[in-house]
């Protein structure tokens, strides 16, 4: 079983719709959630960040976290056509020292919004 | 967010050639930087951990004479690819951590190396 798993899509919606993406872990060590955001041959880029269960909200991106059920999500509103991308759960443990940023992936969802 | 910046963002080299990849953290001290390999249609692969003044900490499988990383300064960590070979051609991502020290990683846009 992988420490991380991410549904795989790819998923295509019509613009406007909401977007759900997925992720679950076996490894209650993880402390800390982020979601990326992976355009074609770019580096990832930092949407949200958490580390407590719970949601949390930034303009049009939800990230909710369930730690007893080890499970994230994150919700895009009114998604539009820049939103197609691949987005990338990434999951961190606090082993301390250098262990700090040594991120778990899950395999990314291919997300295409189309007009 | 805070910018890291990754050069050069394409490179084709022949094979048994070495290359060199910069990654600099542009506006913020990165005390860790981390090496990412990442290929077609698949996610982030760790490589490497890069510690400002002290040698990198690589994953299992990933061979460190082949890959060398020099992380000398607070901004600054490269990877260099030694005697490279057709299947060392990839996406080499470098990621600098954020100042809170949470884990809180940034990207660089990535270098496509092609090893002809």
């Known amino acids: 079983q992988k420490e991380v798993e991410q549904d795989p899509g790819p998923l295509s919606v019509p613009e406007g719709a909401i977007v759900s993406l997925n992720c679950t872990y076996s490894n209650s060590a993880f402390q800390y959630f982020m979601w990326y955001r992976q355009y074609s041959r770019k580096g990832p880029e930092l949407l949200m960040y958490t580390y407590s269960s719970g949601n949390k909200e930034d303009g049009r991106f939800t990230a909710q976290v369930d730690k007893s059920s080890k499970y994230i999500s994150l919700f895009i509103r009114d998604s539009q056509p820049s939103d197609s991308a691949t987005y990338l759960c990434?999951?961190?443990?606090?082993?301390?020292?250098?262990?700090?940023?040594?991120?778990?992936f899950g395999q990314g969802t291919i997300l295409t919004v189309h007009p | 967010g805070a910018v890291v910046s990754q050069h050069p963002s394409r490179v084709i080299c022949k094979s048994g050639t070495s290359v060199k990849i910069e990654c600099r953290s542009l506006?913020?001290?990165?005390?860790?930087m981390f090496w990412y390999r990442q290929f077609p249609k698949q996610s982030l692969m760790l490589m490497a951990t890069s510690n400002e003044g002290s040698k990198a900490t690589y994953e299992q499988g990933v061979e460190k004479d082949k890959f060398l990383i020099n992380h000398a300064s607070l901004t600054l960590s490269t990877l260099t690819v030694t005697s490279a070979h057709p299947e060392d051609s990839s996406f080499y991502i470098c990621?600098?951590?954020?100042?809170?020290?949470?884990?809180?990683?940034?990207f660089g846009e990535g270098s496509r190396l092609t090893v002809l």
């Open positions: 990434a999951l961190g443990a606090n082993a301390g020292g250098t262990s700090y940023g040594k991120l778990t």
């Open positions: 506006d913020f001290q990165a005390t860790t």
């Open positions: 990621s600098a951590q954020g100042t809170r020290g949470t884990g809180e990683l940034f």
